[in-house]
């Protein structure tokens, strides 16, 4: 089988790749272990698609929310992204002072419409929140999407435009001809190509460092709380600083309830630790206490990437013919997948990204012996 590009990996950065390339008229095989696709983390988050707080990854996120504006009508599907803002808070002055660092930094590259909120502004937002808190900021282009349907909504866009979706298949390495990248191998058989696009988000650093590339990758695991549906006051998301913890309004009248990631002692596991939600839960407590009234009816967890630096890989692996990495986006996957597909095809069909990648070069730490 031969095909332009193969894409190991049908998350959300994988099928948006498939999707701009086949815009382009590339013939695009995109290779899924799973049996659909945007099954593991890019379906298994709290779908914020939040620009506040961003570091050297702030200019792909303000791009990015610049495509998820018009996306669900160039998809042809209902993503239900809404840009709601995003609310972050401080409950103490050593807070603050983080929150204005942020603000200047996020001024000083364009996000300029974030601003600091007053105690009574912040529970003018959010009714019922806690008189603990001392400060806010607040984003009003950050929003919220559905993460189980935007993956699909991408392999589905792309199909319409010629590319195919294998599912259940497992990539189990490279095709080399010399200094290139040929094409992989999978249980199946061969799959020749052009170019190979590695996305497997936390399994892509064996692959990396197969053609000598370290990509190092720490797993970790984002759990979920899901509550019933009732009317609440949560009008947007909100983080607050040294919490471990979010609230995430949806469509559908849910509230997610998410504790921040921590390093996967399962290694690839989608366990939930019950302690962790029990204990979680009754904090929460304390910043709405209104939540006491509302029942959590499901939990779920994701496998998050962890990198040294916080940051992703993003491009072309140097020294190496044919072949591309996205992976390690270090819980900013969600919001970045649109702007980093596009990046990503027009990379690989030979146009230069307007976006600095240097920051998430794949090489940038200790290439491995091969």
Known sequence: MKTDVVIVGGGLIGCATAYYLAKKKSNVIVIEKDAGVGLQASGRNAG???????KAALPLAMASVR???????????????????????????????????????????GLTEVRMLSPDECRDKII???????????????GIANPMLVTPAYARAAQRLGAEIKTRTTVTGLLRQGSAVRGVTTEQGEIEAEVVVNAAGPWACHLNESIGCATPITPGLSQLMFTERRAHNLVCPVGVLGFGGYFVPTHAGNMVLGISGVPNKYGYSTRVEYSDITAKAAQMLEILPWLSQVSVIRT???????????????????????????????????????????????????????????????????????
């Open 48 to 54: 914020m698609v939040r620009q506040q707080a961003r």
């Open 67 to 109: 495509l998820w504006a018009a996306l669900a009508q160039e998809l042809e599907n209902d993503l239900g992204y809404t840009r709601t803002g995003y609310l972050k808070i401080a409950l103490d002055e050593a807070g603050v002072a983080v929150l204005e660092n942020e603000m200047a930094w996020e001024h000083a590259h």
């Open 128 to 142: 019922g929140l806690t008189d603990r808190v001392v400060a806010g900021k607040f984003c009003p282009t950050d």
């Open 300 to 370: 779920m967890s994701g496998i998050t990437e962890y990198t040294p630096d916080g940051e992703p890989y993003i491009g072309a692996v140097p020294g190496t013919r044919g072949f591309f990495t996205a992976v390690g986006f270090h819980g900013q996957g969600f919001c970045l997948g649109p702007i980093v597909g596009k990046i990503l095809a027009d990379l690989i069909t030979g146009k230069e990204s307007s976006i600095s990648l240097a920051t998430f070069k794949p090489d940038r730490f200790a290439r491995v012996q091969g």
